[in-house]
């Protein structure tokens, strides 16, 4: 993984510094509500419902057991117990003091860790594959240009005040396992035609109240132009991006009214004219980055197949938790962080104490968030798995239904954060508990719900198999449904079935859901193939009956 | 030119008395260093052009700086309006007018200026700040130093700066 070098370091000391003296400020009156929020945003810092949340980067979702350990001994320490992985691959403590924040800090920048940049209106945590550098079908590793990405955006002096906040993406397969076409700029990866690296470009995708699926504006940009090809992007967005209104600033909003082919356009022209003396990464530069993520010291080891002769419950864990892995002899292993009965993406600090030993024993020292709220392990021999996983199930985190519907994003909603309308945590439950047999669950394979407690979908709900939308009704909690959405590869939004169900009634309607389409799919079919084959009137018809029972519900 | 106009304002990293007058304050240019809105030189160009002053013109947050392009032989000074402190553009329009247009003049960040928005100002090109009212030009000078390091180049570099890039 990246180490930090001198200029690294001095960086994320003098941002402790920076912010201690920026809270001192605002303790002793001297700095308004008004003129420190910007400045603890962009130091993470959010306040709350209840308490501050404190939320840290976690640069494309790559950790070692030393940070790890850190954030546990934080949350011990400063926080209840426990931390909460996000959609963007970062974790949140949800109750710090604001005066212990500067110390929080200091200890995390010493194992080379920040919370620089993952709120307020400027370029976020960039995230990537999970499956990054260890999957077999990968163009190139797409973590080395995220650091590239993430260093030039941290405390950029022109694009820290941004109309709102930026999100990148960068993946490397032609899979998409990193939601990028809902990102304010998708990087994917590719060879041209004689073979040299480069960048598809994507602009403008985006969830929240508008969501979009982002529009291809360069089909092939070399790698060395990749910064000065993001200035470009990044000034017309500084200067056009609408600050008048909140719920218009992204750049989505920009390039909708634009069109995504004016846009293109405007900045094919502008950086025709800044390329020449713009910044142009040196490929030995790059190289030297590419060095950080060199794969570790694998053994040459034969593939086995690690469940012969083994329990039931080993091989469902084995078929579920865990991948083929590009060198023989190793498997990528997935964490479940959804365990029933457990708020999804929650982790104690008991547990990410466990994790960090078991990365060390097992996984080279490095452990990955995903932005689907699991840990991976991701170099694992075949040989330590059966270990492994008694070691995981006694922390709890052996729940064997990655990519089933039980492992579903989850944010953290009413419970906690105050821009919701809806708690989430309860209807996640509500469905593990409704969805507790694996059997069954393992017979409707592969189906993602994603929910949000409000519009700005930090659940991502508009791409979910099966989206919830928690909304808010008179002062009652109800939930808008929606099938169809998909933040692969074959991205697409989801279409909302009909009016809103009660929060008792989530579960029963995903239950008539999946009903139908256990009743129309075809061999080998998923949730989300056959709804884009039938579309959704018959899944309508079984939730709301006849169009009396649809206005019953409306009138509610 | 009363006492009251007596400002000070932070140029070069040093606090020192401005010698420039706003057209409000100085309508005859007497001070012989007049700031402009953009909109008044835009409409008074010619005259303004030929007057045996120096001059100065203040632009707003949506004024696109490339437009300036023609004026900029002309002009010693540009101040820019920062209304509120999530204003961003500012940083653009001082890049572009330092790197693009070649502009060597004073860059001024005029309205809500304060100590924690002053070092990413300093990087983008801009010397001097008009702070908000109330704001001891003293007390923020210590803002100039917060970093040492840089992980981007800018229009005014640092000691540490990473070194991707091809020059």
């Known amino acids: ?3 930090y070098d001198v200029i690294d370091q001095a960086l994320v000391d003098e941002r402790v510094a920076q912010f201690r003296d920026q809270t001192r400020r605002f303790l002793a009156g001297a700095l308004s509500e008004d003129e420190f929020k910007p400045l603890r945003l962009r130091n993470g810092l959010y306040i709350q419902r209840f308490a501050p949340m404190l939320r840290i980067a976690i640069p494309y979702g790559l950790l070692s057991a030393r940070q790890m350990r850190t954030l546990a001994d934080i949350a011990r320490r400063y926080d ?15 109750w710090p003091r604001l005066e212990d924040v500067p110390d929080i800090l200091a200890e995390l920048a010493q194992v080379q860790m920040h919370a620089m940049q993952t709120s307020g209106n400027c370029v976020r945590n960039i995230t ?11 163009i190139d590793d797409p973590r080395p240009y995220c650091e590239i990405v993430r260093q030039w955006s941290t405390l950029h002096p022109e694009f820290s005040y941004l109309p709102r906040k930026f999100k990148i993406a960068v993946t490397g397969t032609p899979a998409d396992r990193a939601a990028s076409q809902v990102h304010d700029i998708g990087l994917h ?30 089909e092939f940009l070399p790698r060395e132009d990749l910064l000065s090809y993001l200035d470009v992007i990044l000034r017309i967005y500084n200067e056009l991006g609408r600050r008048d209104n909140l719920n218009k600033a992204r750049i989505k909003i920009l390039v909708k009214s634009l069109g995504p082919a004016e846009f293109a356009r405007r900045v094919e022209e502008e950086w025709a004219q800044v390329r020449k003396h713009g910044l142009a990464l040196d490929v030995r ?46 498997r990528v292993v997935f964490l479940s962080l959804k365990a029933h009965g457990e708020a999804p993406g929650d982790l104690t600090a008991a547990q990410m104490d466990g994790v960090a030993d078991l990365a060390e024993r097992y996984s080279f020292g490095l452990l990955r968030a995903s932005h689907d709220q699991n ?41 906690f954060c105050s821009l919701a309308n809806a708690t989430s945590i309860p209807v996640a439950k509500q469905i593990q508990r409704h969805f507790s047999d694996l059997d069954y669950l393992y017979d409707l394979g592969e189906i993602q719900i994603k929910m949000s407690g409000c519009m700005n979908a930090c659940g991502h709900h508009h791409v979910g198999h099966i989206g919830i939308l928690g909304v808010d009704k008179h002062g009652e909690e109800w939930y808008q449904i929606t099938i169809g959405g998909s933040a692969s590869d074959d991205a697409s939004l989801g279409e909302v079935i009909g009016p809103s169900v009660p929060q008792s009634a989530v579960a029963d309607t995903i239950q008539k859901l999946v009903d139908v389409y256990v009743e129309q799919r075809r061999e080998e079919e998923r949730f989300i193939d056959t709804v884009r084959r039938i579309g959704v009137e018959p899944f309508q018809d079984r939730v709301y009956g006849t169009r009396n029972d649809a206005r019953n519900y409306s009138a509610a | 030119m009363g006492r009251e106009t007596m400002r000070e304002i932070i140029r070069r990293r040093e ?22 809105p953009l909109t008044r030189w835009h409409a008074e160009r010619d005259r303004w052009w030929s007057w045996n002053g120096r001059i100065g013109v203040r632009i707003n947050p949506a004024d696109r700086v490339e437009l300036l392009r023609a004026d900029l032989a002309r002009l010693a000074l540009i101040a820019i309006e920062f209304p509120t ?27 809500h200026v304060k100590r924690d928005q002053i070092f990413f100002m300093a990087r983008c090109g801009i010397d001097a700040f008009e702070l908000a009212q109330g704001v001891n030009p003293q007390s923020v000078l210590a803002a100039f130093d917060d970093f040492d390091v840089a992980y981007q180049p800018s229009t005014v570099p640092l000691k540490g700066q990473r070194g991707f890039y091809a020059t």
């Open chain 1, 1 to 3: 993984m990246y180490r």
């Open chain 1, 80 to 94: 209840r117990g426990f931390g909460h992985f996000t959609t963007r691959q970062n974790l949140q403590f949800n």
């Open chain 1, 128 to 138: 990537a594959d999970h499956l990054a550098g260890v999957t077999p079908d990968e």
């Open chain 1, 189 to 218: 990866l590719k060879r041209n035609a004689v073979g040299e690296l480069g960048f598809e470009v994507l602009v403008g995708g985006g969830l929240g109240r508008t969501p979009i699926i982002g529009h291809v504006i360069r």
């Open chain 1, 285 to 330: 530069e790059i190289e030297r980055m590419r060095a950080f993520f060199t794969p570790p010291a694998y053994e040459p080891l034969e593939n086995h197949d690690a469940t012969v002769g083994r329990e039931p419950a080993f091989k469902a864990w084995h078929r579920y938790n865990t991948r083929a892995h590009k060198v023989s002899g190793y």
């Open chain 1, 375 to 415: 840990l991976l392990l991701a170099d694992v021999r075949q040989l330590d798995l059966y270990e492994l996983w008694h070691a995981l199930v006694a922390l709890g985190l052996a729940t064997p239904n990655i990519g089933t519907l039980t492992d579903m994003i989850c944010c953290p909603g009413l419970d």
């Open chain 2, 15 to 36: 606090v020192i008395i401005d010698d420039w007058r706003t057209i409000d304050e100085d309508p005859k240019g007497e001070s012989g260093q007049v700031i402009l």
């Open chain 2, 85 to 111: 402190p999530s204003e961003g553009r500012g940083y653009s329009q001082a890049r572009v007018l330092r790197d693009r247009l070649g502009f060597t003049g004073e860059i001024r960040a005029v309205g």
